[in-house]
């Protein structure tokens, strides 16, 4: 019986065959599982469901963003560790390694993806949804029901990229999907189509982001706050969004492109019939490279608020920071062809692109100097998110040298695409966003839970990421000039064997330092009590959100602050901070959970599911859906409700203890 | 001596890392850093000036950082502390200054170098160029002599200090061409055809290999490159042309088939238009204006 206009391509033989991902397609299920069994025993269900679920609070949203990007890092490091063991094992054996070509593709594409979408993406997300408001001294995001659709959109893409574990299998493209490769006629299976609607709706989610964030900043600042009163870590978030805002329409639009090309054979970036896959490797890095640098402006942020906290000190420099996060904000759009320097274009075009890239450094440059001098004269503290700086002012600034140098097209032509390259780019986001992220989510943690994490640990996993960095990526630079190309999965260079389990054993003392987080977070959990932050600001902070109790309260400020200077709470302190009076307090309106958010993201799930394995029924039905949903929220004017200033007067009292 | 702990454990590790770089590195002689040809040599010596270079600005940021994080401890009562203090005009103009230098001069070096090792530029040398068309398959490379009649499969002999004119083009997935002892790589791709000018200065044998991702046998696709003398080159390529093995288009689709592990071909070449014949295979639907010439220097029409 012909069951296609049902279930589409879906069929049994897209289970997995190999040990390895039968073991995840297993095990993925049985964690799930185990999740829902968890969730009814303990009668949890109506508590996610109100508390979670159809939450609109923005830092219950950079909580949950948090919790998925913290998975995603596991299994991006876990994807990490099958790569390097594999390649390891192929030096020491000689032969093939541990896992088909196949699987092996499909893992270095999923890596890629995770770790830039799903954790670092993520991260900057949890980061700016719990700091962001709070810091601004906003009660909310500007759209706070966006703010959580956007989230549920980044979920649900994150659940179909595993998905694509347990059937049909992933992409084996590359994280960036060049075609011809990614076109039909090469790769016609489904693995090109999760990855396609994966990055789709995880684009969309993060330009609603984008969009929210702009206008929280420009809209919801405290007043008395001009925009040259924002702490940096505002400015470089503004920033961010504002790239978001211009590149996501881009990574949209081609790969909706790409879309058609794979559903109904059109031709856009085929090779024949008048396509031109140049098209779609200009467009994509059109969107990819200042998408790295939405990834690292948050991260500079973050550490500008970190130094000059933990230095006791003003940021050095201001205005010319938020001058060198305008100048990077503009190059960024100019830059993209040093992506493909080796496509053959004329010397002209590529000397054009290789001068701009190298401009970049100019600002970058400097904003390390500014963080320099603000250690200068200062009183630094040695906390743990003060060892993530020093780790990453040394880690980013051998990252920034070698993007220099392959900004050098003569260079270039010798080290693109080889693990020099990957070398370089673990070195930046490695030791530039994830390390500031990590440091970030030290920093803000209690203001979000209410206690500290454990120092010791946190400074013994800050060792462990350092050391085990240095030795997974240092010997790639090494292997790149001896002529070892990325996404190599076996070789017959025995030269080459000693870098590859060098380097393998970095990226066991990276998971060495990862684990050491998870420990860090479980024991800090268990000490609670001893680490509870009972003043709401524990680092002796400057900015806003810790002129709240912690943990910050749903309503974030009682009474929103007036601001009349830069670094406001620093100097009310030293001011001596007034109390509130009873008059103060007034009638606040806050947002009302909904649960679109979160049934309009699973029905763009089941339509991307319906693209990926072509059952067009599910796709007519769930846009429809989408739409009613859409237009129903739309006209629903019951979305906000009344704190009286009574109520809010005893929530404070108390949260003031 | 509690205080000494940190930076005790901190340059204990650095040094420790070090000694295993250096166990690493020793002996081994990078094709990147060591290049046999006269491109290669050019872009060395480029990376190593560019190195020079940043270290004007690394060595001083990483002196700062070591010594303001130690001077400026919190339990450092002989510090002096101005937590006011954060703005200098002159010191920012210092750190605007000097990046904005280095970056200026590495700039012109870009731009000719740019120029001066553009791939597409012919390099001048005493004997005229010898032209091989490189085809990138799934998963092997075809190289075509046209002038010399003969086409091999996973191996590409040159001769010294004999400029090689490359023209580079793919029937697969977008591919790249690499030599690293030679210098630069290029991208091979469908329906046109890419350019690239290397010259080997030194005799024995290379390797060269795909540094873009073209499906499942990717890495397989390294290839040796044996750079022999004149007369020698003479001899392989006379013998070559008289194998009973030759290559027209019906044998080169046979070749095109998706393959691993390609063992080496040499063959006689018996049509010399093959090359254009595999670029046209993306051309027939129309769209775009191609060149119907038999004349191999003309692709450059469709080049972009």
Request: charged share 15%; glycine share 8%; with cysteine.
């Given at each position: 019986?012909?069951l296609?206009?049902l279930?589409?391509r879906?069929?049994l033989?897209?289970?997995?065959?190999?040990?390895a991902?039968?073991?995840?397609?297993?095990?993925?299920?049985?964690?799930?599982?185990?999740?829902?069994?968890?969730?009814?025993?303990?009668?949890?269900?109506?508590?996610?469901?109100?508390?979670?679920?159809?939450?609109?609070?923005?830092?219950?949203?950079?909580?949950?963003?948090g919790?998925?990007?913290?998975?995603?890092?596991?299994?991006?490091?876990?994807?990490a560790?099958?790569?390097?063991?594999?390649?390891?094992?192929a030096?020491i054996?000689?032969?093939?390694?541990?896992?088909?070509t196949?699987?092996?593709q499909?893992?270095?594409?999923?890596?890629?993806?995770?770790?830039?979408?799903?954790?670092?993406?993520?991260?900057?997300?949890?980061?700016?949804?719990?700091?962001?408001?709070?810091?601004?001294g906003a009660?909310?995001?500007?759209?706070?029901?966006?703010?959580?659709?956007?989230?549920?959109?980044?979920?649900?893409?994150?659940?179909?990229?595993?998905?694509?574990?347990?059937?049909?299998?992933?992409?084996?493209g590359?994280?960036?999907?060049?075609?011809?490769?990614t076109?039909?006629?090469?790769?016609?299976?489904?693995?090109?189509?999760?990855?396609?609607?994966?990055?789709?709706?995880?684009?969309?989610?993060?330009?609603?982001?984008g969009?929210?964030?702009?206008?929280?900043?420009?809209?919801?600042?405290?007043?008395?706050?001009?925009?040259?009163?924002m702490p940096v870590?505002?400015?470089?978030?503004?920033?961010?969004m504002v790239?978001v805002?211009?590149?996501?329409?881009?990574?949209?639009?081609?790969?909706?492109?790409m879309?058609l090309?794979?559903?109904?054979?059109?031709?856009?970036?085929?090779?024949?019939?008048?396509?031109?896959?140049m098209?779609?490797?200009?467009?994509?890095?059109?969107?990819?490279?200042?998408?790295?640098?939405?990834?690292?402006?948050p991260?500079?942020?973050?550490?500008?608020e970190?130094?000059s906290?933990?230095?006791?000190?003003?940021?050095?420099?201001?205005?010319t920071?938020?001058?060198?996060?305008?100048?990077?904000?503009?190059?960024?759009?100019?830059?993209?062809?040093?992506?493909?320097?080796?496509m053959?274009?004329?010397?002209?075009?590529?000397?054009?692109?290789?001068?701009?890239?190298m401009?970049?450094?100019?600002p970058?440059?400097?904003?390390?100097f500014?963080?320099?001098?603000t250690?200068?004269?200062?009183?630094?503290?040695?906390?743990?998110p003060?060892?993530?700086?020093l780790?990453?002012?040394?880690?980013?600034?051998?990252?920034?040298?070698?993007?220099?140098?392959?900004?050098?097209?003569?260079?270039?032509?010798?080290?693109?695409?080889?693990?020099?390259?990957?070398a370089?780019?673990?070195?930046?986001?490695?030791?530039?966003?994830?390390?500031?992220?990590?440091?970030?989510?030290?920093?803000?943690?209690?203001?979000?839970?209410?206690?500290?994490?454990?120092?010791?640990?946190?400074?013994?996993?800050?060792?462990?990421?350092?050391?085990?960095?240095?030795?997974?990526?240092?010997?790639?630079?090494?292997?790149g000039?001896?002529?070892?190309?990325?996404?190599?999965?076996?070789?017959?260079?025995?030269?080459?064997?000693?870098f590859f389990?060098?380097?393998?054993?970095?990226?066991?003392a990276?998971t060495?330092?990862a684990?050491?987080l998870?420990?860090?977070?479980?024991?800090?959990?268990?000490k609670?009590?001893?680490?509870?932050?009972?003043?709401?600001?524990?680092w002796?902070g400057?900015?806003?959100?810790?002129?709240?109790?912690?943990?910050?309260?749903?309503?974030?400020?009682?009474?929103?602050?007036?601001?009349?200077?830069?670094?406001?709470?620093?100097?009310?302190k030293?001011d001596?901070?007034k109390?509130?009076?009873r008059?103060?307090?007034?009638?606040?309106?806050?947002?009302?959970?909904?649960?679109?958010?979160?049934v309009?993201?699973?029905?763009?799930?089941?339509f991307?599911f319906?693209?990926?394995?072509?059952v067009w029924?599910l796709?007519?039905?769930?846009?429809?859906?989408?739409?009613?949903?859409?237009?129903?929220?739309?006209?629903d004017?019951?979305?906000?409700?009344?704190?009286?200033?009574?109520?809010?007067?005893?929530?404070?009292?108390?949260?003031?203890? | 001596?509690?205080?000494?702990?940190?930076?005790i454990?901190?340059?204990?590790?650095?040094?420790?890392?070090?000694?295993?770089?250096?166990?690493?590195?020793?002996?081994?002689?990078?094709d990147?850093?060591?290049?046999?040809?006269?491109?290669?040599?050019?872009?060395q010596?480029?990376?190593m000036?560019?190195v020079?270079?940043?270290?004007?600005?690394?060595?001083p940021?990483?002196?700062?950082?070591?010594?303001?994080?130690?001077?400026?401890?919190?339990?450092?009562?002989k510090?002096?502390?101005?937590?006011?203090?954060?703005?200098?005009?002159?010191?920012?103009?210092?750190?605007?200054?000097?990046?904005?230098i280095?970056?200026?001069?590495?700039?012109?070096?870009?731009?000719?170098?740019?120029?001066?090792?553009?791939?597409?530029?012919?390099?001048?040398?005493?004997?005229?160029?010898?032209?091989?068309?490189?085809?990138?398959?799934?998963?092997?490379?075809?190289?075509?002599y046209?002038?010399?009649?003969?086409?091999?499969?996973?191996?590409?002999?040159?001769e010294?200090?004999?400029?090689?004119s490359?023209?580079?083009a793919?029937?697969?997935?977008?591919?790249?061409?690499?030599?690293?002892?030679?210098?630069?790589?290029?991208?091979?791709?469908?329906?046109?055809?890419?350019?690239?000018?290397?010259?080997?200065?030194?005799?024995?044998?290379?390797?060269?290999?795909?540094?873009n991702?073209?499906?499942?046998g990717?890495?397989?696709?390294?290839?040796p490159?044996?750079?022999?003398?004149?007369d020698?080159?003479?001899?392989?390529?006379?013998?070559i042309?008289?194998?009973?093995?030759?290559?027209?288009?019906?044998?080169y689709?046979?070749?095109?088939?998706?393959?691993?592990?390609?063992?080496v071909?040499?063959?006689?070449?018996?049509?010399?238009?093959?090359?254009?014949?595999?670029?046209?295979?993306?051309?027939?639907?129309?769209?775009?204006?191609?060149?119907?010439?038999?004349?191999n220097?003309?692709?450059?029409?469709?080049?972009?």
């Amino acid at each position: 019986m012909d069951l296609s206009w049902l279930i589409g391509r879906l069929g049994l033989e897209h289970l997995p065959s190999e040990p390895a991902t039968i073991g995840a397609a297993i095990g993925m299920p049985l964690m799930a599982l185990a999740v829902v069994a968890g969730l009814t025993y303990f009668k949890k269900w109506t508590w996610l469901w109100k508390e979670w679920i159809t939450t609109v609070d923005a830092k219950k949203i950079g909580i949950m963003y948090g919790i998925v990007s913290v998975l995603m890092l596991i299994r991006g490091i876990g994807d990490a560790i099958m790569l390097r063991m594999h390649t390891a094992a192929a030096g020491i054996t000689g032969g093939d390694g541990l896992f088909q070509t196949d699987t092996f593709q499909q893992v270095f594409t999923a890596h890629g993806i995770i770790m830039i979408f799903f954790v670092a993406m993520g991260l900057m997300f949890a980061l700016i949804n719990i700091a962001l408001p709070l810091m601004i001294g906003a009660r909310d995001v500007a759209f706070p029901w966006l703010n959580s659709f956007s989230f549920w959109l980044f979920a649900v893409a994150m659940i179909l990229v595993n998905f694509s574990l347990v059937l049909g299998g992933f992409s084996n493209g590359g994280w960036l999907g060049y075609p011809p490769l990614t076109s039909l006629e090469y790769s016609p299976g489904p693995g090109v189509d999760y990855w396609l609607w994966t990055l789709q709706i995880a684009g969309i989610g993060t330009l609603l982001s984008g969009i929210n964030f702009i206008v929280t900043i420009i809209s919801h600042r405290a007043p008395g706050m001009t925009l040259m009163k924002m702490p940096v870590f505002a400015w470089s978030v503004l920033i961010t969004m504002v790239l978001v805002l211009l590149a996501f329409p881009i990574l949209t639009a081609t790969l909706s492109m790409m879309t058609l090309d794979r559903l109904f054979e059109m031709h856009f970036f085929t090779s024949e019939a008048g396509g031109n896959p140049m098209m779609y490797v200009n467009l994509i890095w059109a969107w990819g490279h200042p998408e790295v640098y939405i990834l690292v402006l948050p991260a500079f942020g973050i550490f500008s608020e970190i130094v000059s906290v933990m230095a006791r000190k003003a940021l050095f420099g201001y205005k010319t920071m938020v001058a060198a996060l305008t100048a990077i904000m503009f190059f960024s759009f100019l830059v993209w062809q040093h992506h493909f320097f080796t496509m053959g274009a004329g010397a002209n075009v590529n000397a054009f692109f290789g001068i701009m890239t190298m401009i970049i450094a100019i600002p970058t440059g400097v904003k390390i100097f500014n963080w320099l001098f603000t250690m200068y004269r200062g009183k630094i503290k040695f906390t743990t998110p003060m060892i993530w700086f020093l780790c990453f002012v040394a880690t980013f600034t051998i990252g920034g040298v070698t993007g220099v140098m392959m900004a050098v097209p003569a260079i270039d032509y010798q080290v693109h695409n080889t693990l020099f390259l990957v070398a370089h780019f673990h070195n930046t986001i490695i030791g530039g966003v994830v390390f500031a992220f990590l440091a970030a989510i030290t920093y803000w943690f209690p203001k979000i839970f209410g206690f500290r994490l454990h120092e010791g640990l946190g400074k013994i996993a800050a060792y462990f990421w350092q050391i085990g960095f240095l030795l997974a990526f240092m010997p790639l630079y090494a292997l790149g000039l001896m002529g070892a190309v990325r996404r190599l999965d076996n070789y017959d260079n025995p030269e080459w064997t000693p870098f590859f389990v060098v380097s393998g054993i970095g990226v066991l003392a990276i998971t060495l330092g990862a684990g050491m987080l998870v420990v860090q977070i479980a024991y800090s959990v268990y000490k609670r009590k001893t680490l509870r932050d009972k003043t709401g600001d524990p680092w002796d902070g400057r900015t806003l959100e810790w002129s709240t109790p912690s943990p910050a309260p749903f309503y974030n400020f009682a009474v929103i602050p007036k601001v009349t200077r830069r670094d406001e709470w620093w100097y009310q302190k030293l001011d001596g901070v007034k109390s509130l009076k009873r008059s103060d307090y007034k009638d606040i309106v806050l947002p009302k959970n909904s649960s679109l958010g979160f049934v309009i993201a699973v029905l763009v799930g089941l339509f991307g599911f319906g693209a990926i394995w072509h059952v067009w029924w599910l796709m007519i039905v769930s846009m429809v859906a989408i739409i009613y949903f859409a237009i129903r929220r739309g006209l629903d004017d019951d979305v906000e409700y009344t704190i009286p200033a009574v109520e809010l007067y005893r929530l404070d009292k108390e949260a003031r203890g | 001596m509690k205080k000494l702990v940190w930076p005790i454990i901190i340059i204990g590790t650095a040094f420790g890392f070090l000694a295993i770089m250096w166990w690493l590195v020793a002996g081994t002689k990078p094709d990147v850093i060591y290049p046999s040809g006269q491109v290669g040599d050019h872009q060395q010596s480029l990376l190593m000036l560019t190195v020079l270079l940043s270290a004007a600005v690394v060595i001083p940021v990483f002196l700062m950082l070591g010594i303001f994080a130690w001077r400026y401890r919190d339990t450092n009562k002989k510090a002096k502390y101005k937590p006011e203090w954060q703005e200098n005009v002159l010191l920012e103009a210092i750190w605007w200054g000097i990046p904005v230098i280095i970056i200026t001069s590495l700039a012109i070096v870009t731009w000719f170098s740019s120029h001066s090792l553009d791939p597409h530029k012919a390099i001048v040398a005493d004997k005229p160029p010898l032209k091989v068309q490189v085809v990138a398959l799934q998963w092997k490379w075809l190289f075509i002599y046209p002038e010399e009649g003969i086409a091999t499969v996973n191996s590409l002999p040159l001769e010294v200090d004999r400029p090689v004119s490359f023209e580079v083009a793919a029937d697969a997935p977008m591919s790249a061409f690499w030599i690293p002892s030679l210098g630069s790589q290029i991208y091979a791709m469908n329906g046109m055809s890419t350019k690239l000018n290397l010259i080997p200065n030194k005799t024995g044998i290379f390797y060269g290999y795909n540094t873009n991702i073209n499906g499942e046998g990717y890495s397989d696709m390294k290839f040796p490159v044996e750079v022999m003398p004149g007369d020698a080159f003479k001899k392989l390529s006379k013998k070559i042309a008289s194998s009973s093995m030759t290559l027209d288009y019906n044998h080169y689709e046979e070749i095109a088939k998706p393959s691993r592990d390609e063992p080496v071909h040499q063959m006689s070449l018996s049509d010399k238009g093959l090359y254009d014949k595999i670029l046209m295979k993306y051309m027939d639907h129309g769209g775009h204006e191609a060149p119907a010439s038999e004349d191999n220097s003309n692709h450059e029409g469709m080049e972009h």
